[in-house]
């Protein structure tokens, strides 16, 4: 643009607005072709971390809730229930040079040995949830999706342990014990009767409540299940060493995996999360038509509202049947 033959109040406002527009249809695009996202809103106010936070108060369930920490790569990663949790901490492990990432019982903390963020002290803990300079991420998934992928592991794949342990449970809360035994294999009864009485299982609890909510702001990567081997390699690749300046991808990510995560001797030569886990795979998003009901839909909508409306997640719509509209 000419200035000379433009005031130059009209000439920089037009530029600006150029400029505007053109980073807003980047970051449009950017959102649309990877729906992940290291750009975040913080609050004007901080958020104070408080011993009783869901993200740093230490819970019997040792599994869910609280965050592992990596100081080489400035990272605080939240492991969600049906997002590859497993998966991802193994990487975690095998990132800290330790040969137990592909131990058996991987969540426990004595075998991973991750650091957490409830082993920092408040003020530590206040500052790497605050900094701009560390990652804090989390991977999600439509909850149509998860919620099968749940049953079909848990209660499907896995029903004698499904009908000792999350039965018992259920029975316990004064619900009919026989009927979960006899009804559990069915998705309607699994999803209308077990996640609403036990809606704190690590692998069916809504994934907006395993963090609070003052503290969404500050989660600055958001990966997707839906294209989980794209956005892994991006993430990956969004954190860097402090000690060698390498890359995560580079360290541990682009070679070195298999689809058995528990074979150290056959380590394979793919990249990380293409070959998905055989243990825990279901295809559920394949079989959403042929466990869902137009009813069943529009209990998980409901049920799974959080997930589905917050200004976080940007989900693909999965619409299985067309709602009809009140008159």
């Given amino acids: 643009m000419d200035c000379k033959s433009t005031s130059k109040i009209v000439c920089v406002v037009t530029i600006l607005f150029g400029a505007f527009l053109l980073v807003t249809l980047n970051i449009r695009e950017k959102k649309f072709d990877l729906p992940s996202s290291r750009t975040y809103n913080v609050p004007q106010v901080a958020a104070e971390l408080q011993a009783s936070d869901i993200i740093y108060h230490t819970r019997n369930n ?32 095998r990132l800290m040079g330790s040969p137990k990432w592909c131990a058996r019982w991987i969540h426990k903390k004595e075998v991973n040995g991750l650091k957490w963020l409830d082993e920092y002290s408040i003020e530590e803990a206040q500052q790497m949830m605050t900094d701009p300079e560390w990652t804090r991420a989390v991977f999600v998934r439509n909850p149509k999706d998860r919620a099968l992928s749940a049953f079909l592991d848990k209660a499907v794949s896995h029903s004698d342990n499904f009908a000792k342990q999350v039965c018992k449970t259920y029975g316990g ?129 409901d049920r799974y509202a959080k997930d589905l409306d917050n200004p976080y997640f940007e989900f693909s719509s999965v619409e299985l049947f067309p709602h009809t509209q009140d008159s």
């Avoid at 990596?70 to 605080?76: A, D, H, L, R, V």
């Avoid at 590859?84 to 975690?92: C, I």
């Avoid at 995560?248 to 990249?271: H, L, M, Q, V, Y």
């Fill in 62 to 93: 040792d599994r869910n809730y609280i965050p592992a920490v990596n100081e080489e790569f400035k990272t605080i990663f939240f492991f969600i229930g049906k997002c590859a949790a497993s998966e991802w901490k193994r990487m975690f492990v």
């Fill in 173 to 301: 809360k004064g619900h009919d014990l026989q009927a979960c035994l006899d009804h559990h294999l069915e998705f309607g009864f699994f999803l209308q009767n077990i996640t609403t009485t036990l809606p704190e299982n690590v692998h069916w609890m809504t994934i907006y409540d395993q963090i609070d909510a003052k503290w969404w702001p500050y989660i600055n990567y958001v990966g997707y299940m839906e294209n989980l081997s794209e956005h892994a390699e991006d993430f990956l690749r969004s954190i860097v060493s402090d000690i060698d300046g390498v890359s995560a991808w580079d360290r541990c990510g682009k070679t070195g995996w298999s689809s058995d995560e528990r074979n150290c001797e056959a380590k394979g030569t793919s990249p990380f999360l293409v070959k998905q886990d055989k243990r825990h795979e279901t295809d559920a998003h394949d079989k959403l038509r042929e466990y869902y009901t137009p009813e069943l839909e529009i209990f998980a909508e």
